[in-house]
């Protein structure tokens, strides 16, 4: 029996999507023991905006092992830490005018979303949190808690202090939609929520963009009830959108932000919010974890930055790239009636199918043909994109290619006539 099949536990999941063993990786292709070469459009699910091993980062980090740095510094002060707090506020919060404080919450995104629920119900004293039907914001209790997909095995399915909002996507009217947010916020006989959390884009759920009247929305009553607005930027934050912050565009001004992900820019693990001066009422030592310190990742989240960040480059580039795969993912989808138009932003996109069935099939088949997508969406049925913020037009016209053959295989699987409306 293998290694992997005697000793690793079942809870595994992405090995039997993708059944082989892989070992190195460049840029938007792993390659695995056989030789044999993938493109990569799950990059780390998300994890990894540019894309492997890039050289710069990797440099750096051989560098910095080389000195000697200190590598878990608890929450102590040193030079890699001030040097990508420096970084942090010159290239990301001064040009944005924005006056965040920075805290290192430990290795997730889950510990950062932990962290930002509990500050908000310690700033404002109240217990109550708001958050959309499909979100995801961590596998931890209180992330599980204010997560809107469902509680898994082993937890209980509803935790107090939570209100659940239907997202617009579920709503037959925009009239309706705004009906259920106010009640989230004035229900009879219920105090004002500490926080309403929300992704701008759900990631999990289906890559289902929140829009920009919503999220004002959202910010409105949260302004006039004294609620935090907090913005869950872990899947959708670095670029991913093509703002660094995903909610740039929309006009909104979170009072705590979750970072992580792509944050260290390789992979390794690293989580952060940023919070409004005036709500940083933490008592020293109040929230801590043995891996808040992470100086490699500080590092290498300094050169991501400095190298990516300076300008509006980037930004540009993931619009450019955006384009041609969205209207690709279109083109595609009007060939089978089994398939929706896809949703989402920037890099950040979904291509909606009528089942898990079909979404598992279409992933298993482009991992055949050499391409990684991964499925999402409350029922699964959702095949999600993440390709690295870095790719290649030629990369995208074979993403889309391959993606055409296989939605062809697909169809031609499927019996005579049989039709399913896609879900959203």
Known sequence: ???????????????????TVFSTAAGTKVTDERGREYLDFFTGAGSLNYGHNHPVLVEGMIDYL??????????????????????????????RGMSYRVQFTGPAGTTAVEAAVRLARIATGRERIVHLSGSYHG???DSIGVSGLGAPRGVPPAIRGVTTVPHEFEQPSAGRAAEELERAFTAPGSTPPAAFIVETVQGEGGVRPTTTARLREIERLCRAHGTLLVVDDVQAGCGRTGPFLSFESDGVEPDVVCLSKSLSGVGLPMGLVLIRPSLDVWDPGEYSGTFRGNNLAFVTARLALSEWWSDGALRRSVSQRSRPLVQGLAAIATRHDWLAPPTGRGLMLGLPCADRHVADLVSTLAFAQGLLVETCGRRGEVVKLLPPLTVTKAEVEVALQILEHVTDQVAGSRPVGSTLPAAT
């Open 1 to 19: 029996m293998d290694v992997f099949d005697a000793i690793e536990s079942n809870v595994r999941a992405y090995c039997r999507r993708w059944p």
């Open 139 to 141: 596998m931890t209790r």
């Open 66 to 95: 080389r000195s000697g740095g200190i590598l878990n510094s608890l929450d102590t002060m040193t030079p890699a830490k001030r040097d990508f707090l420096r970084i942090l506020a010159d290239h990301i919060l001064g040009p």
